[in-house]
């Protein structure tokens, strides 16, 4: 969605006037069509996913990644006046508070099912099949 209001942002400039917004680069490469990046210019990549397979490690991969999503929204609120753009750029903090929010909820439940003295939340259920 990023993507899509940096397009429709840019998408009636000039070859000047993207050059003079800090543009040019990009225009290069991609005209204004949308190249999934980074703001400090790194292209969007499936190895940003992280999976390990066990619950607890993912969900709270899954946490962190939705905080940075809030946080990056944050920061274009702040620099952003637009309404066209802060509308939906609100919407889309809104969906990673809930996500947060959601994925927390999950993590609750595969920590309660744990040893209740579990500090470090692992199941040590899993070391008695490799290890005997």
Not at 34 to 59: C, I, N
Not at 90 to 109: A, D, S, W
Request: glycine share 6%; hydrophobic share 35%; with cysteine.
């Amino acid at each position: 969605m990023i993507c899509a209001i940096v397009h429709q942002l840019t998408r009636n400039l000039t070859a000047d006037e993207l050059q003079a917004q800090g543009f040019a680069e990009y225009y290069i490469d991609h005209t204004v069509g949308l190249w999934p990046q980074s703001a400090g210019g790194v292209p969007f990549s499936a190895a940003e996913f992280q999976s390990t397979g066990d619950p607890v490690t993912d969900l709270t991969e899954d946490m962190a990644a939705e905080q940075k999503a809030r946080t990056t929204y944050d920061n274009i609120l702040r620099l952003v006046k637009d309404p066209e753009v802060c509308d939906p750029i609100r919407f889309l903090r809104q969906r990673e508070l809930v996500h947060f929010q959601r994925f927390g909820e999950g993590l609750r439940l595969i920590q309660d099912n744990l040893n209740k003295k579990n500090f470090y939340a692992y199941n040590p259920d899993f070391d008695k099949q490799f290890c005997k």
